[in-house]
């Protein structure tokens, strides 16, 4: 699998207008009272209507970037939801990522509230001309409980070597996938034909990637400052380019 030519293509809706994620199928279900669609799954749920369907035959395209490195990413430490800017080299990655999107039409930014994502996202933003950035607490990162602000080092001595299988307060996986395709999915309806930038943090960006394409992606190390392409294509979601950080060579 290369991250730059590779086309990865999942038959995401098994109907017109309705889906929904449980246990490895889609399934869909009518609403008593409606004749529209009610998707329903562990992943998320939300109501078709004459909107989305209006949208059908349409296209958007989402650009998921991953926000330049922090101090912390450096150190090893796990960071979760704790706002920790970037540090020079992270800038660094940030013009770098602009400088290669500068030439690429790009409609709409949105990006996590936490400080390294946004900071990433205005470098982006202004090298588009575009005036604002959007945040949505959704687009965090997982909440990593008593784990943030460790290293590897540090958890296995607190902890021991199985200290994944202790319960630290982390947020369920479950919990930061369904964020994510929530997000990606409200702003695809929203925005039909328009291509959409999410400046977000590598376990989110990860694990919503590993739900939308559960068959391609058990998975993923997200880079700092990667790209990755998904497009929504009539029924279909489909991802064009993986974790690609040419920019940076």
């Known amino acids: 699998m290369t991250s730059d030519n590779n086309i990865f293509t999942q ?4 109907e017109p207008w309705s889906a929904g994620w449980i246990s490895g199928k889609w399934t869909q279900q009518t609403h ?13 749920e939300i109501s078709v209507n004459a909107l989305e369907r209006q949208n059908l035959y349409m296209t958007t395209t989402i650009g998921l970037i991953r926000h330049g490195i922090t101090e912390w990413n450096s150190l090893g430490k796990a960071q979760g939801i704790s706002n920790i800017p970037l540090n020079e080299e992270g800038l660094a990655q ?3 990522t602009a400088k290669r999107v500068y030439s690429e039409q790009w409609d709409f930014i949105y990006s996590s509230d936490l400080i390294r994502a946004l900071q990433t996202a205005e470098v982006i933003s202004n090298a588009l001309g575009i ?29 021991g ?5 202790k319960s630290l307060g982390m947020e369920p996986f479950e919990e930061v996938a369904k964020r994510g395709i929530d997000f990606v999915r409200e702003v695809s309806i929203k925005y039909p034909n328009k ?12 694990l919503t990637l590993q739900h939308l394409f559960p068959k391609i992606f058990n998975k993923t190390n997200i880079k700092n400052t990667s790209i990755t392409i998904i497009k929504l294509n009539e029924r279909e979601w489909e991802c064009v ?3 690609c950080t040419k920019h940076l060579e």
């Open 32 to 44: 008593p009272n409606s004749s529209d669609v009610v998707n329903t799954g562990t992943l998320y």
């Open 94 to 96: 940030a013009i770098a």
């Open 11 to 14: 038959r995401l809706l098994t």
């Open 131 to 159: 005036n604002s950035v959007t945040t949505d607490y959704r687009l965090r990162e997982i909440y990593c409980g008593q784990i943030e602000g460790t290293t590897e080092e540090e958890r296995i001595m607190k902890w």
């Open 241 to 243: 380019l993986f974790n």
């Open 161 to 165: 070597t199985d200290w994944r299988l």
């Open 195 to 206: 291509r959409i930038l999410i400046i977000s943090h590598g376990v989110l960006i990860g």
